[in-house]
């Protein structure tokens, strides 16, 4: 199986919908657990980084890749 890429800063997408109706997620700290943040309604959950892997559909937008992009 492919392991996932993403970093901190970046929006995810969840397979599961919050229940606010949104599912793009940010990554607001990284470690043993991760930190995500709802899009839509600003709440933020810890779950551990495995779980968050399994339930992580793709990555939607890379800060990383932004940042490059505003540098040309
Ligand atoms: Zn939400």
């Known amino acids: 199986m492919e392991r ?13 919908q919050h229940p606010c109706g949104t599912n793009e997620m940010e990554i607001i700290r990284m ?8 899009v839509g309604c600003k709440h933020s959950v810890l779950i551990p980084r495995v779980k968050f892997e399994k339930n992580m559909k793709k990555v939607l937008r890379s800060k990383a890749s932004e940042e490059a992009q505003n540098e040309q």
């Open 4 to 16: 996932k890429h993403f970093e901190l800063g970046d929006i995810v997408q969840m397979k599961k």
């Open 31 to 38: 470690g043993m657990d991760i930190r995500i943040k709802c």
